[in-house]
Nanobody
């Protein structure tokens, strides 16, 4: 079984920073895409940032220049460094991974449980 476990959320003042982490555990042969999504109350889940196998990254316009996605392949972990946080960044943040558990070229999507980020003074 594969699990994604997030950490690093919390309460921060506007202009502050947080670093989210997401560690994948279990049977993992290869991960071809990592992503972070967020979901604010009453809104749909939206892509925040993603990173493909070759390192190509993609960011939502609202976070460009403020957030950075990175990974540690040896630890099967992805990070989201969030700087210059704004109240509108308040949401539950979900980690996502697309991975092949066994090396048979069968790819599956996994989600973390979510971590709350609240930006407020």
């Amino acid at each position: 079984q594969v699990q994604l476990v997030e950490s690093g959320g919390g309460l921060v003042q506007p202009g502050g920073s947080l670093r989210l982490s997401c560690a994948a555990s279990g049977s993992i042969f290869s991960i071809r895409r990592w992503a972070w999504y967020h979901q604010a109350p009453g809104k749909q889940r939206e892509l925040v940032a993603s990173m493909a196998t070759g390192g190509t990254t993609n960011y939502a316009d609202s976070v460009k220049g403020r957030f950075t996605i990175s990974r540690d392949n040896a630890k099967s972990t992805v990070y989201l460094q969030m700087n210059s946080l704004k109240p509108e960044d308040t949401a539950v943040y979900y980690c996502y991974a697309e991975l092949d558990p066994t090396g048979r070229d069968y790819w599956y999507q996994y989600w973390g449980q979510g971590t709350q980020v609240t930006v407020s003074s």
